[in-house]
């Protein structure tokens, strides 16, 4: 078993502990209280909460822009790509379902270059799959509803999909693929 560094576990507890109430009511004290470390001893290993919250979500958004990368560089057909994308969401998402509540609300809190860096890899993402979706309906595997509108459907489910498997949790994370792909793509009918 790995062993993480003291940094890495300052992370994990600040990720928790943004997930459970949200980066700007946790305080370092109250990271240093839930690691049972004096708040000094913190600083000791990072810099601020600024930098904490950087390095979750730069290192979420991170695995979806590689990701997507190669799904984009595939050469396969767009409803191929489409469920790697969905797939790769899930996958995400029970590896860092803590973190993802700090890229999906608290992302707004980077400053500077991080900020603008997040920005661009969100862009570059949607942009990426957008194209997916649009080589699809040009080629008659994806109706032709308006590619937004599928992006919005697909994206607000596998954006929140963290929140629902934190409640019910333990789904097998191969059913949870198939089941996603089958409902986001084909329907319930």
Sequence with gaps: MKTISRKEEIIQVASR???EK???????RDIATAMDI????????????QEILSEIILKVAEEFTVGMEKVVSENSSAIKKVE???????????NYSEALASLNNDWMH????????????????EENFRKIIKQGI???EIKSYHPEVILFSIFSTLRTLYLWYQKRGKVD????????????IKGIV
Excluded: P, Q
């Excluded at 790697?84 to 029970?94: C, F, L, N």
């Excluded at 980077?110 to 993402?125: G, I, N, P, Q, S």
């Design 38 to 49: 004096k708040a000094a001893s913190l600083y000791n290993h990072i810099n601020s909460k």
């Design 138 to 140: 040009d080629s008659g």
């Design 84 to 94: 790697k994308v969905i797939e790769m969401h899930v996958d995400i998402t029970v």
């Design 22 to 28: 949200g980066y700007k009511t946790v305080s370092m």
């Design 17 to 19: 502990l943004f997930y």
């Design 110 to 125: 980077l400053e500077k270059e991080d900020l603008l860096a997040f920005v661009k890899m969100r862009e570059d993402y």
């Design 173 to 184: 994370v191969n059913i949870l693929k198939k089941d996603m792909v089958s409902v986001l």
